[in-house]
């Protein structure tokens, strides 16, 4: 069993940054890829970034590519969402997943999610 637990978001001004983290409890942490999602309201979830177990893989999705970087530390069991260059668009809540392979971009393929942390882009 793994419990995941996100935390960094708040409101920011266009073109800022935000670090979100998502520290993992429970066993494996390491051999497993986390992904990232986000959902605004009214608006289907949508996959943003994954980065594999070792760290040494990661993408992004279309919408976010260029401006937000996945990172992991391992050692704490943790994985961070850099989000630079923010619009209003990206409002959302983010939540972090964790899934068993590497490279899959649908929700249902996630096995554990945190809470979520809300993010808010606006002056």
């Known amino acids: 069993q793994v419990q995941l637990a996100e935390s960094g978001g708040g409101l920011v001004q266009p073109g800022g940054s935000l670090r979100l983290s998502c520290v993992a409890s429970g066993s494996g942490f390491e051999i497993n890829a986390m992904g990232w999602f986000r959902q605004a309201p009214g608006k289907e979830r949508e996959f943003v970034g994954a980065i594999s177990g070792s760290g040494k893989n990661a993408y992004d999705g279309d919408s976010v590519k260029g401006r937000f970087t996945i990172l992991r530390d391992n050692a704490k069991d943790t994985v961070y969402l850099q989000m630079n260059s923010l619009k209003p668009e990206d409002t959302a809540v983010y939540s972090c997943?964790?899934?068993?392979?590497?490279?899959?971009?649908?929700?249902?393929?996630?096995?554990?999610w945190g809470q979520g942390t809300q993010v808010t882009v606006s002056t």
């Open positions: 997943a964790l899934d068993r392979f590497y490279g899959r971009i649908r929700e249902l393929e996630y096995d554990y």
